[in-house]
């Protein structure tokens, strides 16, 4: 059993876009909490989650899990785990990773992170007074900002092709294989739509910083393809897509992980509406199995197509 004080604490969180994770940490260590990322995510990585998740489970639970795997061999002792408390599965990502690592051999102290406890959590890890902490919440939301602003820009020039999809697919470019810069290098715009200021916003700010009124309407449109609640992105990819091609987007690329519970969900609509407007659009899933090499062959026809349109 480990006995760790503020001082011996080595936490880490798994990777979810580069820079989003390095703001991160800043913001942590300023809080007092002696982070260290792990390494970043390869193909070793992926294969430390394939061999101990099972086969058919969502595929951000492999990365995170070989992200926690190798954080833990270089002397993480701390595991700070993401939570959305939202409808899918990754509200149980941490109670999974903590079963597998425990029963691999590991210790190590584990804490879910979300909006409903990050006070009490990082009081804990690093002793800030939860008014510094929500001062700096604050200031990570604008760093954040600022990243998320080129992702989600339209080209007046370029043609510009729309991301929905799965929040961790779309945000971390070690998993979606880099695809916004393919996109560039083919001579479109990608307007990643799904980006982590966006999710901040649309859920934890959504109270305090009202949605603009063409946000609600659309929102108000994507409410009528469902019954409740679904989870993950479902809801906002639809209110997105609604928006996209009502602004005439070149095309739109539905990014998601295998066997992911609300975007495939949300196929029939995202097919529906694309086919409506007449926009193109191409479905990329993600997992273990995906070939760089497939993706970038889709790719390329795919914006070939675009231009050919304009
Ligand atoms: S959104 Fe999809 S891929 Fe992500 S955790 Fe939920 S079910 Fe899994």
Redesign the pocket.
Known sequence: MLMLTRQSRNVTIPWMGRAYMELLAKSLVDLGVNIQLPPRTTEKTVQLGVRNTAEMV???LKPTLGNFIEALDNGANTLLMYDSQGQ???RQ?WKIQEFTLRSLGYDFEMYNINFGNFLPVLQKLGGASYARIVRELFRYYARVKKVDEKKERWSRRKPNIGIIG?I?TCCDERINYGIENKIYKLGAKPVNTVTLSSFIRESFFRKIHWPTRDRKRYDKEAEKYFNGDL???GRENISHLLELVNNNIGGVIHLL?MS????TSIEPFVMAICRESNTPLLRISIDENTAEANLETRLETFVELIKMRR
């Open positions: 969502c595929f951000p899918c599965r990754l990502y799965e961790f989870g993950g992105h992980p992911c519970m609300p975007e």
